[in-house]
């Protein structure tokens, strides 16, 4: 057993590398059909391959704060001087703030997904 073990071990990092080696080819062929943190979608064979794309986006906590405290709305800000995100995102739909006042402070993540479904 252990060494089956050690043999399944072996192969799930030749598999792995492999499988991630192709994620890298299909990213790239969606960044240029598509476009760079675009969704794509490709069938071929029977096969649906799609990229899912998930936006996040997060305020930098010491220029938001100074920012914050420049337009004396330091109720958005928490405790332990970290912007309170939420009322900020209530605060600009309230239109009590603008997005243009806050440029700069946001740091804006894309993580890429490949997904293989049978069509």
């Known amino acids: 057993m252990i060494a089956r073990y050690h043999c399944l071990m072996k192969e799930k990092k030749t598999i792995e590398d ?5 994620k890298e080819v299909f990213h790239h062929f969606f960044d240029k059909h598509t476009g760079v943190n675009q969704k794509g979608e490709l069938i071929e064979n029977g096969l649906k391959l799609q990229r899912q794309i998930r936006k996040t986006e997060k305020y930098l906590p010491e220029p ?3 920012k914050l405290e420049e337009l004396r709305m330091s109720e958005l800000i928490e405790v332990k ?3 309170d995100e939420q009322k900020i995102s209530a605060s600009i739909k309230l239109g009590l703030l603008n997005e243009e006042d806050l440029a700069g402070c946001k740091m804006i993540n894309y993580s890429k997904a490949i997904a293989i479904k049978e069509v």
């Open 18 to 22: 492999e499988m991630n080696a192709l």
């Open 64 to 66: 938001t704060v100074k």
């Open 81 to 83: 001087k970290i912007p």
